[in-house]
């Protein structure tokens, strides 16, 4: 071998190694999509959750989207809606799992029942980056298996993207996060939004035993030290403009 060639070599071994590097990279980020069905009725919420229990949530778990989580609406929302969590461990996973899932035998059976007798009237499709502070979807060991557990799903709009970027890093880089967890407040996963509804914002969802421990936790964070200091650091200021609240329940086929 020259020494042209080894350079040449050299070079598109440098070059493929760092494609594979930036790949890496680019796959370790993980996302979070955020499925809201509006459907009719409790029957028909009660057989959308079937088909989910049944033949989605396996379908999807095997595509390497796990836990899962479908919630019914307590406060703050409309009855007639079906909520489902779906964790990605990267951008392709979102890109390519439901059509994976549709091509599948048990997916169609399904389906083609579904076709005749529509579960639900409409879906609304969000997906979010997950955060760096907290970058899986996790399952509370506080409430795991709780019958009466709820979910406090919360979102927080900002007024331009600058000031939800800076709302993200009191969480991630300020230590928010931190103190939620400190004071028991429970987090199952944190989202920014980067295609869906009411942009730019971030999402997160809290979980409890039931309300009397939701409304004692949140006390404590108000009260907290830690988050009294966070508050004073004057580039935090005015970086929500609207939060939205909503309170669920776990669905039986739920795997949070």
């Not at 020259?2 to 990279?25: C, E, P, Y």
């Not at 007639?80 to 048990?106: C, G, Q």
């Not at 997906?127 to 760096?132: H, T």
């Not at 970027?165 to 967890?181: A, D, H, L, S």
Request: glycine content about 8%; overall charge positive.
């Amino acid at each position: 071998m020259n020494r042209r060639t080894f350079l040449t070599s050299a070079a598109v071994a440098g070059s493929a190694s760092l494609l594979s590097a930036a790949a890496h990279k680019a796959g370790e980020q993980r996302f979070h999509e955020l499925i809201r069905f509006e459907v009719l009725n409790n029957s028909k919420r009660g057989q959308l959750e079937k088909f989910l229990g049944d033949t989605v949530i396996p379908g999807l778990n095997k595509l390497g989207c796990s836990p899962i989580g479908v919630f019914r609406p307590k406060y703050g929302a409309r009855g007639s809606e079906v909520y489902m969590l779906v964790p990605h461990a990267n951008i392709e996973s979102f890109l390519t799992v439901w059509d994976k899932l549709e091509a599948t035998e048990a997916y169609q059976a399904a389906a083609d029942r579904e076709m005749e007798d529509p579960l639900y009237q409409r879906m609304e499709s969000s997906l979010m980056k997950a955060f760096s502070g907290m970058p899986k979807v996790e399952i509370p060991s506080a409430i795991e298996g709780h019958r009466g557990r709820i979910f406090e799903l919360r979102r927080y709009e900002s007024h331009n993207r600058l000031k939800g970027t800076r709302k993200i890093e009191m969480f991630n880089e300020g230590g928010e996060i931190q103190i939620f967890r400190d004071v028991g407040l429970h987090p199952v996963f944190f989202g920014q939004t980067v295609a869906g509804p009411l942009m730019p914002n971030l999402v997160y969802m809290l979980a409890f035993k039931d309300m009397e421990q939701r409304d004692k936790h949140w006390k404590q964070f108000s009260s907290s030290p830690a988050w009294a200091e966070l508050k004073k650091e004057t580039k935090y200021n005015g970086t929500v403009s609207t939060i939205t609240d909503v309170i669920l329940s776990a669905s039986g086929v739920s795997q949070i």
